[in-house]
């Protein structure tokens, strides 16, 4: 029997990118389906996380993400531009982003088309490894949808139609994670319990062989 977890997932989470190879050899190891759940980034939720937080948070978010990338051998560099349109000297969020809305409702409509998790792999990649500054910039994002099999300017039709429809489905998905338990990502939603953080996908695998997931033949 085919076993089904919600992934909560942010394309501003340098976590959550960290996050999808493990993801990526689970599905193919085990019986399992993801469920690509995108939601906006905490700083999109809450403008005054960052200008709230204890100021070690930044300085230590930046060191960690670097040495569990080099652990997992994952390059990580964090993006140019930064997907989130934010002051980092005063850490103020003003109301103009120029990409966040985009590419969450880019990943809505991706996993409601098709492979969600391969779509979100490729476009963070391209986002977070440091290999393109400007990712945004020609045709760079529309090379990556196509390696996961998609059509980026059929999803951009799609998204550019109904703003409003795609942001209540952001709003659906943030609330859906809220009521798993947990509000960070990336997070796994899987019968009834929440799983958050990159480090806690194993703990969810082996909650999921107790329940009686299978390797695949």
């Known amino acids: 029997m085919t076993h089904t977890v919600d992934l909560f997932w942010s394309f501003r989470s340098p976590y959550s990118y960290l996050a999808i190879p493990r993801i990526l050899e689970i599905t193919r190891d085990y019986d399992v389906a993801v469920n690509v759940r995108p ?6 939720r809450n403008p005054k ?27 990580i560099s964090w993006p140019r531009p930064d997907p989130v349109n934010m002051n980092r000297e005063t850490k103020e ?21 098709g492979d969600g998790l391969a779509f979100i792999d490729q476009i963070s990649r391209l ?7 400007g990712w945004q910039k020609g045709d760079h994002l529309s090379n990556a949808a196509a390696k996961a ?38 997070t796994l939603a899987y019968n009834g319990e929440a799983f958050f953080g990159q480090d806690r ?5 082996w909650r999921m062989k107790k329940n009686g997931l299978n390797a695949r033949l």
């Open 201 to 205: 996908i194993d703990l969810c695998l």
């Open 93 to 113: 969020v003003p109301a103009d982003q120029p990409y966040i809305h985009r590419l969450t409702h880019l990943g809505i409509a991706a996993a409601e088309a």
């Open 49 to 75: 996380f960052f200008s709230d937080v204890n100021p070690l948070w930044i300085p230590y978010l930046m060191t960690d993400i670097t040495r569990v990338g080099e652990m997992n051998n994952i390059p």
């Open 39 to 44: 939601v906006y980034p905490i700083a999109i």
């Open 149 to 186: 099999g998609f059509d980026l300017a059929h999803l951009d039709q799609l998204i550019s139609a109904d703003f409003d429809v795609y942001d209540a489905k952001v709003s659906e998905n943030q609330q859906a994670l809220e009521q798993s338990g947990h509000w960070g990502v990336p």
């Open 127 to 133: 986002i977070w490894n440091g290999e393109t500054r």
